[in-house]
């Protein structure tokens, strides 16, 4: 009898339902992948003993967790497909620039309805204090105070980055 037997057949049944698994512990696809061959290898050299009276999908989905704890405990340096390359192209990555201008948005959102188009009209637009009173219908200095307490608190809601 091969000490194998049915393993092939168990990877097959129950990769991917691990796979989703491996991704929603890991959130990135090349390391749940990593780590999901880890936890097969684990899952062979235990085999014999899974397939006579063990429950090999049990163990498969401890071991997924109990590995990606052991990775988290490393050094970030030490994971396996940790190091990223450095973007093709000079400048900033376009999903850099996605996050910040979505955490941006989510800032925005945060603001009194007052602030958000003080910050709009001056500094998307491009307009003056005095254009930008007139257009919301209120006085210069209620501009001006507005767009201190935007910018306040933008600079509290927002990593520094945002604003480089």
Do not use: C
């Not at 003080?118 to 001006?144: C, H, N, P, Q, W």
């Amino acid at each position: 009898m091969d000490r194998y037997e049915g393993f092939h057949e168990f990877v097959h049944a129950r990769q991917q339902s691990l796979m989703r698994t491996a991704y929603l512990l890991t959130g990135d696809p090349h390391l749940a992948e990593d780590l999901l061959q880890t936890v097969f290898t684990r899952v062979a050299s235990h085999w014999a003993k899974l397939a006579k009276g063990g429950n090999p999908e049990a163990y498969a989905r401890k071991a997924l967790v109990n590995q990606t704890i052991s990775w988290r405990r490393r050094k970030r340096a030490e994971l396996p497909g940790a190091e990223l390359p450095e973007p093709a192209t000079p400048g900033q990555p376009h999903d850099e620039a996605t996050v910040r201008r979505l955490a941006l948005r989510d800032a925005l959102a945060k603001l009194t309805p007052k602030q958000r188009a003080v910050i709009v009209l001056r500094f998307y637009e491009d307009r003056s204090e005095r254009e930008t009173a007139r257009l919301m219908g209120v006085s210069i200095g209620t501009v001006k105070s507005q767009t201190s307490y935007a910018l306040a608190k933008l600079r509290g809601l927002t990593p520094e980055e945002v604003y480089r």
